[in-house]
């Protein structure tokens, strides 16, 4: 799995990458300070499984923090931040081409976008700049980007599917492979556009159009980071944005929780990614006391940064992902370490794909799941859910 951080220059996407990964990025107040795409480990956040029988994990992947009283693990999965992205990229203007050609692999998208209104489309100063322009770029030049994929081969590959009776929704996902789209992706689009499939050459450009946009949406869906409200214009900007656009949305100040996790990890206090709270651990100056209260202010406000609530989001929500633990009786492997593996599946595994997941030869031997929780055992069919954990018995 690999999640997209998109957005227009200057919007924060860097900020909001580094305060996810902690990785040592390139913020800067001009566009474009992203050239290259920075690879990092992002985190979701989940209860820790361990806590259930008085334990804490010891995470192969990820860590565990506690937080009051309860104890979280952060799974890891693989985060992109790419060039910011200007009108005309789907034509090769700015960094437009290899800013696509990177973003073909992702699975979904988040797009930062600035709520503060005081920056324009192209990354520079302004006044009073409606956010939404910008959700409404980028869905135009990811919709031109997918279209224009099938409209440079439409004709001569709608003809060769009449002629030759060839299947709609193979031709289709080949044609879009590069972009990980499935056969069951297109599948899926059929049954809901009503569109003469057995035709395609009678297709309009704006059917073609159309299909291609549904296409983008479902097989890259997007959650937008609503950043940069703690600005004056920002949480009113955010009210207006949410009612116009249907996207999954979440409130958010990057600049806020990397100044958190970065006074945590110097040891000025103690903060766990997604809480509402932190708490001092060294005296501190009266220049980082008062950037301090202003991000309590903050948080006061919206309940969190938003920045962990936007992965998790992404990840368990929108792509529909769950966390699924190798769990024995005593939970530990042969070292002695305590559940030290978890594993993010599609929503709708069998206990066989899990045992794939872990070896091919424990999934062709498998017999049962026993439950970690109520020890009773399931069969191969048996659909996993969120935080489960089970151990695999084989022949």
């Not at 299909?211 to 479902?218: D, V």
Request: proline share 4%.
């Amino acid at each position: 799995m690999l999640i997209g951080v998109l957005g227009r220059p200057n919007a924060g996407k860097s900020t909001f990458f580094k305060a996810a990964t902690l990785m040592d990025v390139l913020i800067a107040s001009y566009p474009f300070a992203t050239i290259k795409p920075n690879h990092g480990m992002g985190y979701i956040k989940i209860p820790d499984l361990a806590a259930e029988f008085g334990k804490i994990s010891n995470p192969r992947e990820g860590y565990v923090r506690k937080a009051g009283d309860k104890i979280w693990r952060f799974v890891p999965f693989d985060l992109m931040d790419v060039a910011g992205l200007v009108e005309g990229a789907s034509e090769g203007k700015g960094l437009g081409n290899e800013f696509l050609a990177d973003l073909s692999a992702a699975d979904a998208f988040i797009h930062i976008v600035d709520m503060s209104g005081e920056f324009d489309g192209v990354g520079k100063p302004t006044k009073d700049y409606y956010p939404g322009n910008d959700i409404r770029i980028i869905e135009k030049e990811l919709d031109l980007w997918y279209s224009g994929i099938l409209r440079k081969v439409w004709k001569t590959f709608a003809r060769t599917l009449e002629m030759q009776h060839s299947n709609f929704a193979e031709s289709v996902a080949k044609q879009f492979s590069g972009l990980k789209v499935t056969v069951d992706d297109v599948k899926h689009l059929m049954l809901k556009m009503q569109l003469n499939y057995e035709k395609p050459a009678s297709w309009t450009d704006e059917q073609v159009f159309n299909f291609a946009r549904e296409l983008r949406r479902y097989t890259k869906p997007m959650v937008i980071a609503a950043n940069k409200v703690d600005t004056p214009n920002g949480p009113a900007n955010y009210e207006k944005v949410k009612k116009e656009f249907d996207y999954p949305m979440v409130p958010c100040f990057a600049d806020g929780e990397l100044a958190l996790r970065e006074a945590d990890k110097a040891g000025l206090i103690e903060y766990v990614a997604g809480e509402s709270l932190f708490i001092e651990k060294k005296e501190l100056s009266g220049k980082q006391k008062q950037a301090l209260d202003r991000i309590k202010e903050v948080v006061n406000e919206f309940g969190t940064t938003g920045v962990q609530q936007v992965l998790n989001k992404t990840v368990l929500e929108v792509l529909g992902y769950i966390a699924i633990f190798p769990a024995g009786d005593k939970l530990a492997d042969s070292k002695g370490n305590i559940l030290p593996d978890c594993y993010l599946m599609k929503k709708g595994s069998t206990a066989l794909d899990f045992a794939y997941r872990l070896h091919s030869d424990i999934g062709k031997n498998f017999v049962k799941a026993v439950d970690v929780r109520t020890k009773k055992a399931v069969g191969k069919d048996y659909k996993l859910n969120h935080m489960d954990g089970f151990e695999i018995m084989t022949k």
